[in-house]
Structure formats: structure tokens, C-alpha cells
């Protein structure tokens, strides 16, 4: 009998071996010959852990025969965003300007999985240094959304390779980061579910930063209960309770600013769809502007982008010394960053406290503001070497509307809501900082409500 591993959830998985019907050590070559077969050109997967997960395996196999599991996912083996530091073997963040960079210690938030039982089947791809929402990497090479056999179109950025090593079953999960929606992008565009947690909620120390101000760490996974399991094993907070998780009596704030103006027409009826949905599992709908997410876009529009002015301090100098060690497109957003005047960079960040508190207001008494988690269905790759213009409208596109929450300081999940056109809806959900078990209870709830669009 041929198994099917691959197309379980993470906790579906976790009972198996806790039940004694999957062996860790079967389950963790099961994914790595997987991974060799489906990706034998290295787009998804940069590089393998190969070594670290059998014996990772092995140690957890012993556990679950001994009944001392460590926690619902001992024995699953997930994927790595190659930013997060694994020792001994490469971290190279997608940047060619960091080629053999080779930490000596895990970053915290694998310390935590790896203490948890979760196994590291190997790092995945992303764009130079995750200042992408598009997913493509000139130097590693890039993985095609799979939703076109046709064309080459990019998987949405920058946990690209996160989330096709799940998509495509060569993961049980995968771990990312969202500095303005690189864990909520390619989960839309991919088709799976993905959790942009708040700032702070889980450690950056050990992953290669981006914007340290805006950077987050998040999973990509088949299911809300797989996220939730997942972001308390690497926070080290509880998880949420989601039994009996319910939409009747939320009141959920349906976003016409920036959303009405930038949303392609077939995507917001499959949104619609999805919201007269959750209306019909007991939610109140009420459509509503939010002023400020107009404002702070034309804000960091004016006076520069917390990513664009902290990379620029972070991967600057580096890119002046070596040229060709990242893509030229990104590269020159760093270095755009050189001209931003000291006065309009305080202003920006001594703003955005301020945007912080309007949001809080102007969404009050809401306990979800709702919306496409993208604007539209994927670009071509090709044309996107051939004419920078196009690329950077392209990547400006991507992280339109997911942006809002990390510069707004929230919590998000961006759920699968059918199908326009023949590409995956995401619907985002978000809601205040530090909010994730509320969030993820009424996640799980909206998952539920969705299953007719995703059957």
C-alpha cells in the first residue's frame, strides 16, 4: 500500500505517531525522498538537513515508543525559511552577497521546535534577504506558482519555498517570516493558510534580518490548528483553545479603504462570497472605511518604508563592496534608501506610533477587519527580468495590502477563500497586536465557514 503522508496535517500526523501507526524515522524519509523527487533542481528546498533529521528522527521515534513525546508535533518534519541560523550548515538568506555564511548555532525559534520533537527536513528558498513579496530568485533559482502549468508565474514571496515544500507535500509544515507579508503572500497565492504573528510574539534572534523594527516570524500550513500549534511551540505561549470556535455574534469590519481601490474585481467577488458565508455562520458584516490605512501608505510613500530605511542600514555598505551579490532590483531599493533625509526617517517612525493608535479607534468594537489577502492572481516570471518597471510595480503590488498589518503593528492570518480565474483567493483576517488566540479561534471559525469555496 502506497502511502499518503504528505497530504495530512501536521496534528494529524502527531497522532499517528503518538498512536504508534507512524514511525518518526519512516515519516521523515518518507518526506526526503519526496523532496528529491519532486525538487530535483533545488528551487523549493536551497539545501537538506539530511543528517540533523535522521538523527532528529531516530531520537524521536525512541520517545514515542517510551510514551515521552514532548509535544503534539514530536516526530513532524517541517521546513526552515533560509534565514533562520541552523548550525553547521549554510544560511544564506537567498543573497549571493552571503554565499558560505555558516552560523554556529541554531536561531531560538528552531531551538524551540527542535526541543519540541519537530524535525528539520532542510531550508527553503526566497528572494535576496526577503525584500520580495514575489518569491523569485535570479541566483537559486525559483519555484512556479502551481496553480499554472502553462506559464511560469511566481509562488508569492518571500517564504516562497516555505510554502510550496507544503503545498506540494514535501513538508508537514513550514516556517517563515512576514516583514510586510512574506509568510500571508505566497499562503495566498499557494493556496494554504498562513499566520503573520505580532512583532515580538516569537524571537528573532539567529534569523537574518530584514527590517528588526517589522520582521516576524510565522507558519505556512495545510490548517488554522496546525499554525496554533505551531506559533506556541515557538513562542513558548500557550496555544489557543479552538474547540467550539464559533463566528455567531463577531462583529467583522469589512475594509473599503484601499482595498475598494486596489482589489481586482474577480478577487473581491470570491471575498464577497466568503463573507456572505461567515455572515450566514452568524457573523455581522459591516462595510467601513478605515482612513488611516490610506495615510500611512502615502506616509511611508513620501518618507520611505521601515524595510526600505533599516535595510538600507543593514545591506547598504555590502552591495556598494559587492555589486553582484544581490539582485540588482533589490539592490538599488536598498541603496535608494541613501537619499532619505534624516528628519523625514524620525518623522516616519514617530508617525507610525501615531497611525498605531488611529487604527485602534477607527476599528473599535470590531473583531476582525477583513480583506483580500492580495489584489490579484500571480505575474508572469519571465517578464519580470526582462523590464525592472514592471518587477517593481509587481512587488509593490504583492505587498499592497498585507503591509498594513506590520506597519499597523498587527496579528493576521490569510485563509484559502475558492478559487478567480483559476488561482487561489486568500482572505486576511486581522486583528490588535497580541491578539493571536482570539484571532485564531475565530480563524478556525472562518476556515469552517469557507469549507464550500475550498471543497
Avoid at 25 to 40: A, E, G, H, N, S
Avoid at 41 to 60: C, F, P, Q, S
Avoid at 82 to 92: K, S
Avoid at 186 to 197: D, M, N, Q, R
Wanted: aromatic share 6%.
Amino acid at each position: 500500500m502506497t502511502n499518503n503522508w504528505h497530504t495530512f496535517s501536521a496534528l494529524t500526523l502527531g497522532e499517528k505517531i503518538e498512536q504508534g501507526e507512524i514511525d518518526p524515522v519512516d515519516l521523515t524519509q518518507y518526506f526526503l525522498d519526496r523532496i528529491r523527487q519532486k525538487d530535483p533542481e533545488n528551487v523549493i528546498y536551497v539545501r537538506l538537513t539530511e543528517e540533523r533529521a535522521m538523527g532528529e528522527a531516530k531520537a524521536a521515534s525512541k520517545r514515542a515508543k517510551l510514551k515521552q513525546r514532548r509535544s503534539p508535533l514530536d516526530g513532524v518534519p517541517i521546513s526552515w525559511k533560509d534565514l533562520f541560523d541552523t548550525a553547521g550548515v549554510a544560511t544564506e538568506a537567498g543573497a549571493k552577497l552571503l554565499e558560505g555564511r555558516v552560523p554556529t548555532k541554531d536561531a531560538e525559534c528552531l531551538e524551540r521546535a527542535t526541543r519540541a520533537g519537530l524535525i528539520c527536513l532542510g531550508k527553503t528558498n526566497m528572494p535576496d534577504v526577503a525584500f520580495s513579496g514575489l518569491g523569485n530568485n535570479a541566483w537559486t533559482g525559483t519555484g512556479a506558482n502551481p496553480f499554472d502549468t502553462d506559464n511560469v508565474r511566481v509562488p508569492g514571496g518571500s517564504s516562497s519555498g516555505a510554502a510550496l515544500s507544503v503545498y506540494h507535500g514535501l513538508a508537514a509544515a513550514g516556517i517563515g517570516s512576514d516583514t510586510a507579508g512574506s509568510v500571508r503572500i505566497p499562503s495566498a497565492w499557494c493556496g494554504i493558510t498562513g499566520l503573520k504573528t505580532t512583532h515580538g510574539l516569537i524571537s528573532l534572534e539567529g534569523s537574518v534580518p530584514l527590517s528588526p523594527s517589522q520582521d516576524t516570524v510565522g507558519p505556512l500550513t495545510r490548517d488554522i490548528a496546525d499554525a496554533n500549534a505551531l506559533c506556541a511551540i515557538l513562542s513558548g505561549k500557550p496555544a489557543a483553545d479552538l474547540t467550539g470556535a464559533s463566528l455567531k455574534g463577531a462583529r467583522i469590519l469589512k475594509a473599503r479603504t484601499v482595498f475598494r481601490d486596489l482589489v481586482d474585481p474577480a478577487y473581491q467577488a470570491k471575498i464577497d462570497d466568503g463573507l456572505a458565508l461567515l455572515e450566514k455562520a452568524g457573523a455581522e458584516i459591516i462595510e467601513k472605511d478605515v482612513p488611516v490605512f490610506q495615510d500611512i501608505l502615502e506616509a511611508t510613500a513620501e518618507k520611505g518604508s521601515p524595510a526600505n530605511i533599516e535595510g538600507n542600514i543593514l545591506w547598504a555598505d555590502g552591495i556598494r563592496k559587492n555589486p553582484d551579490g544581490m539582485f540588482a532590483p533589490i539592490a538599488r531599493r536598498f541603496l535608494s534608501a541613501d537619499d532619505f533625509r534624516a528628519t523625514g526617517i524620525v518623522s516616519l517612525y514617530m508617525t507610525l506610533e501615531q497611525f498605531q493608535k488611529r487604527y485602534l479607534k477607527e476599528t473599535a468594537g470590531f473583531d476582525l477587519v477583513v480583506g483580500a489577502t492580495v489584489p490579484e492572481k500571480p505575474p508572469l516570471l519571465q517578464p519580470l527580468y526582462e523590464d525592472e518597471a514592471l518587477y517593481l510595480k509587481a512587488a509593490m503590488m504583492s505587498i499592497s495590502l498585507t503591509r498594513l498589518g506590520n506597519l499597523l503593528g498587527l496579528c493576521a492570518t490569510s485563509l484559502p477563500c475558492g478559487l478567480a480565474e483559476g488561482f487561489p483567493v486568500g482572505m486576511m483576517l486581522m486583528a490588535p497586536p497580541f491578539q493571536e488566540n482570539r484571532l485564531l479561534r475565530l480563524s478556525v471559525a472562518t476556515e469552517n465557514a469557507l469549507r464550500p469555496l475550498n471543497a
